[in-house]
């Protein structure tokens, strides 16, 4: 792994121990994990680092990693993706990756800058609330579940929502990234 980023050692995974590539990302990253455990009230088993999804858009195909899964009653429930720089131009291949990682809607999407975050409604794609601290507690997630009708993807839907994941996250990406890559 290298990439663009610049290496600066290496760190342990927080959730899961695994050594790492430090670089700036990762930071933030870790950062995003110890405050969902230590500050949210989810067990390290809640959060799922590193997710990778493989997308199709017609005869291409691609892979990326979905930051965070975090599930809770067996459920995944929040989908969290880090990016540096802008939220806003975030939040349609976030909701969008939401729609591909499990049979039905993600009810709780998460953009964030390591710094700021905004958090989404997984179906309607409204913003709900903004800034870091605003990311659900297990509590918070838990009590939204029992509203959340986990509704199924249709077949088409998940089509269109690959291609929207493929333009943004796998064509549109800088070529020495190393967080996407194109597979056919």
């Known amino acids: 792994m290298g990439g663009h980023h610049l290496i600066l050692g290496e760190m342990d995974d927080f959730i899961t121990g695994e050594a790492l590539p430090d ?6 990253r870790q950062k995003i994990a110890r405050f969902l455990v230590l500050e949210k009230g989810y067990a390290k088993e809640d959060v799922h680092p590193r997710n990778p999804l493989t997308v199709a858009a017609g005869n291409r195909r691609g892979q990326l990693w979905v930051d965070f899964m975090v599930t809770v009653d ?6 969290i993706k880090y990016g540096p720089g802008s939220l806003v131009t975030r939040y349609r291949p976030t909701i969008a990756i939401s729609r591909l990682v ?8 998460v953009v964030t800058n390591g710094e700021s975050a905004d958090i989404l409604d997984g179906e309607t794609g409204r913003l709900t609330a903004s800034g870091f601290d605003r990311i659900p507690s297990r509590e918070a997630l838990l009590q939204q579940l029992a509203r959340a009708e986990f509704l199924p993807i249709p077949l088409k839907q998940v089509e269109m929502e690959a291609r ?10 800088c070529p020495c990234d190393d967080t996407a890559c194109r597979i056919a």
């Open 102 to 109: 499990a049979p039905y809607q993600v009810p709780v999407v």
């Open 74 to 79: 067996d459920r995944t429930a929040m989908v």
């Open 164 to 173: 929207i994941v493929y333009a943004f996250e796998i064509d549109g990406s």
């Open 23 to 28: 670089t700036h990302d990762e930071r933030y």
